[in-house]
């Protein structure tokens, strides 16, 4: 399978630079994945789309200001770093730009001296290590001086920090957000609970992968950068009961897709293991990890019935994934449309339904 399969033409005019001003407000293009038919709708249709005893699932992942902007120790050289995974403690891996002004030992400092970072060493990709040290607490010395890590295809300043998280993010550790949560607003979410339908949250830091081009030719060459998951005891049973009783997943994001089908068990090998009788089907399993699960057609979902999701990048790992529920044709196909119909596209822009 060609990554060139999966290009489309997108004209630079409709990548959103800012978010709306309603986070619901948005558009939304419904793909029925069975038919291939296409509807458009506001995102506040989206409750229409959900029937009760469905589950959604989102990613309550909160982005850091993952980006920082200091001077090598001794000179004035300006040095950008964005913090990718805390590996431990104080020592992150990161981006640097420039690589070549951080070579082991450098010093950078931050904030007039507020925090100190030394690169320890080069690891995969050029990232550098670097242990950071400071008085105080990391997270509010990162609140102060760092920013928010846009995408590199949004050239506006964001003038509220708040307008690239969910409003239900709580677990600090991603690099991006989950964008197709940004839709929500709390009586949106009130209104889905009303309806009967259940909530079910997990935790995947959004890594800078997610932005990385597939430099591969074909599809299956392509290597995923690693995330951390959680998934606790509550999730799951929610989960795993609305599937028991007929309900549909839909997944906010195809961070809450990977998430949930990168912890599937087979209820058949764990019965066997138990020493009891077979039986068909999965579950979702509680736990935490790294997932580098990659999703592209051919996947057979284990899990996920339908989707919630954004406009992606031409060529990317997350047009993929969509593929892999819709069908590549269908999928390019609705594209096409949401361009003619002048959509907005990638981060603060319009909105998917995938059923």
């Known amino acids: 399978m060609d990554v060139k399969d999966f290009y489309y033409e997108l004209p630079e005019e409709l990548i959103a630079q800012d978010p709306l001003e309603d986070r619901s407000g948005s558009r939304l293009l419904v793909l029925h994945k069975e038919t291939g038919e296409v509807e458009h709708k506001g995102f506040r249709h989206i409750v229409d789309y959900l029937n009760p005893g469905d589950c959604l699932v ?4 909160r982005v850091i200001p993952a ?12 040095i950008e770093i964005l913090l990718l995974k805390r ?4 020592i992150w891996e990161t981006l640097v730009k420039p690589g070549k002004k951080a070579k082991p030992g450098t010093r950078i400092m931050f904030g007039g001296g507020l925090l100190t970072g030394e690169v320890l060493e080069i690891a995969e990709e050029g990232n550098r290590l670097i242990q950071f040290t400071y008085d105080g607490i990391f997270e509010e010395i990162l609140d102060r001086l760092g920013q928010m890590p846009l995408p590199p295809y949004i050239t506006h300043p964001l003038q509220d920090k708040n307008r690239y998280q969910t409003v239900y993010a709580r677990e600090e550790g991603s690099a991006a957000a989950p964008t197709a949560g940004l839709h929500f607003t709390p009586e949106l979410l009130e209104e889905i609970r009303r309806k009967g339908i259940s909530i079910a949250e997990v935790t995947l830091h959004v890594g800078l992968g997610t932005f990385r081009p597939v430099k591969a030719k074909q599809v299956q060459d392509h290597h995923m950068h690693s995330e951390f998951y959680q998934i606790d005891e509550t ?5 795993n009961e609305t599937k028991s009783r007929g309900g549909r997943i839909i997944c906010v994001g195809t ?3 990977r998430t949930i089908e990168s912890a599937v068990k087979s209820l058949q090998a764990k019965k066997q293991q138990e020493g009891g009788t077979p039986s068909e089907g999965v579950a979702v399993q509680a736990g935490s990890g790294w997932t580098d699960i990659f999703i592209y057609p051919g996947y057979q979902f284990q899990v996920l019935d339908g989707l919630i999701t954004n406009f992606h990048l031409p060529e990317s790992t997350l047009v993929m994934l969509v593929s892999a529920l819709a069908g590549r044709e269908q999928v390019m196909k609705a594209y096409e449309t949401a361009v003619q119909e002048k959509y907005r596209f990638f981060s603060f822009g319009d909105a998917m339904l995938i059923i």
């Open 58 to 61: 989102l990613n309550n992942t």
């Open 67 to 78: 980006r920082l902007y200091g001077e090598r120790e001794g000179t004035q050289a300006r």
């Open 87 to 90: 590996r431990e403690n104080d």
């Open 235 to 239: 999730a799951a049973g929610i989960i």
């Open 255 to 257: 961070t809450s897709c």
